[in-house]
């Protein structure tokens, strides 16, 4: 047999350990925020890897957005040598999952097996891509013992919230430093025939305009900043949104329609905070002194941050121009630059000639509309040698009845397992 043959075999002997594995991470309940079991998962993997001969570290993100006492930010990363020296391959999974939400006819952490499908959230985005690189793994130390270099599995915080408690802080120890690690595949679900290269940029500002209060049955004697926000927001659907649907991206993002620039409001609010639930009685009657909307504007490499930045001032001007008595204020929240991996790179290549061996067909080339934990690697890390390629259906992330294809695991596996033997050298 040829290795490509000898790995699948050894992975489709697996099977049954792969089902096992993935069905006990769904089962641990990582939900962000806040940020619950995240020790519990790391000493679960610091356990089995252990067993399988992987020296094994559990790291705290001492100091990182959304650590704490109550909810530390653990992570683990797991490191085993060759027989000689030769290049770290590294595979990344971030082991928290998104709030259950509602529409689930299913355990939402029961991982039930229905046919080939394991449900559960989080067992798409990204539990099913963490048990296919660690199954990966064994079936290449099995079938190539005498390889070179090292191989590294990680099981990394917070990337639903940005990755701050993870993979940034990681990469801040210089755990990603291109001496270290040579390269990095991130099992994201982005479908097993197809390597993601990278993602859009992303900023998100909160914009503020002000008024003065008033008595409601006075309006007149105050100045509504609901009033100036509603013309802020004329004017995005004018002049802004128009501009941005005409900027279009080289990048293969996919969907099509995020080949374009994008502008979401993710939230609104104007006047007197919201009372609590139990509150039964009527809000007093005031003219709005403040409102404020949070803006998700994704950019393209195309494009420069401080030109996206500029054409919301741009526009706040033009507000101010029309509506001489408003002021705002702009505050920048978020901001990640777009990153794209050279389809030349050798993980991108190895990763190719792979899914062409075990799938039968030539890999696709994606770029994600949304931002993953590949921004850290490349812009703290330093290291440009990194993809995401993974198994499961993006468009299931974040969905009720979340579910993973066993057979998509096992063949994602196989990839995985033949591109250590291309880099490690068996």
């Known amino acids: ?41 790391c000493d679960f993997l610091a356990a089995y890897l252990s067993e399988r001969g992987f020296t094994t570290e559990l790291i705290r993100a001492h100091g990182a957005p959304g650590d704490s006492e109550t909810y530390p930010r653990w992570n683990l990363v797991a490191r085993i040598e060759g027989a000689r020296p030769g290049d770290c391959v590294h595979f990344n999974s971030h082991h928290d999952v998104v709030e259950i939400g509602h529409g689930w006819t299913r355990d939402p952490f029961g991982a039930e097996i229905d046919g080939d499908r394991i449900y559960g959230r989080g067992s798409c985005d990204m539990k099913g891509g963490l048990a296919a690189s660690v199954i990966a793994a064994e079936a290449f130390l099995d079938t190539c013992p005498d390889f070179a270099g090292s ?37 994201e679900p982005l479908h097993k025939d197809q390597i993601c290269l990278g993602h859009r940029g992303v900023w998100w500002a909160e914009i503020e305009t002000h008024g003065r209060i008033a008595h409601g049955s006075m309006p007149f004697l105050g100045d509504s900043a609901i009033r100036h926000m509603s013309a802020v927001l004329s004017e995005m659907e004018e002049t802004l949104y128009p501009l941005l649907l005409g900027k279009q991206t080289e990048m293969p993002v996919i969907p099509e329609g995020a080949r374009a620039s994008t502008l979401n409001v993710n939230s609104i609010h104007g006047g007197a905070p919201e009372e609590g639930a139990d509150y039964t009685g009527l809000p007093t009657p005031c003219v709005a002194d403040r ?46 630059q777009p990153t794209m991996t050279e389809k030349g790179a050798p993980i991108v290549r190895s990763t190719a000639a792979a899914i062409e061996a075990v799938l039968g067909r030539e890999a696709a080339y994606v770029v994600s509309p949304g931002t993953y934990d590949q921004k850290h690697i490349d812009r703290i890390g330093r290291l440009k040698n990194c993809i995401a390629y993974g198994p499961g259906l993006l468009e299931l992330a974040h969905q009720p ?17 033949l591109v250590l033997a291309e880099l490690l050298g068996s």
């Open 1 to 41: 047999m040829d290795l490509a043959t000898r790995l699948k075999s050894a992975i489709d002997a697996r099977r049954n350990d792969l089902i096992a594995l993935t069905q006990a991470l769904i089962r641990i309940p990582t939900l962000n925020p806040p940020g619950r079991n995240y020790r519990e998962i």
């Open 401 to 417: 009845d979340e579910w993973v294809e066993i057979e998509d695991m096992t063949d994602s596996a196989t990839v995985m397992a």
């Open 151 to 187: 191989i590294e599995v990680s099981a990394t915080a917070d990337e639903e919230s940005g990755g701050y408690g993870g993979v940034a802080y990681l990469a801040e120890q210089g755990r990603f430093d291109p001496t270290r690690v040579q390269h990095v595949i991130i099992p």
């Open 291 to 336: 409102c404020r909307i949070v803006i998700d504007r994704r950019f393209l490499i195309e494009e420069d941050l401080a030109e996206v930045k500029a054409e919301i001032t741009d526009l706040m001007e033009r507000v101010k121009t029309q509506r001489p008595s408003s002021r705002y204020e702009i505050r920048d929240l978020f901001e990640v």
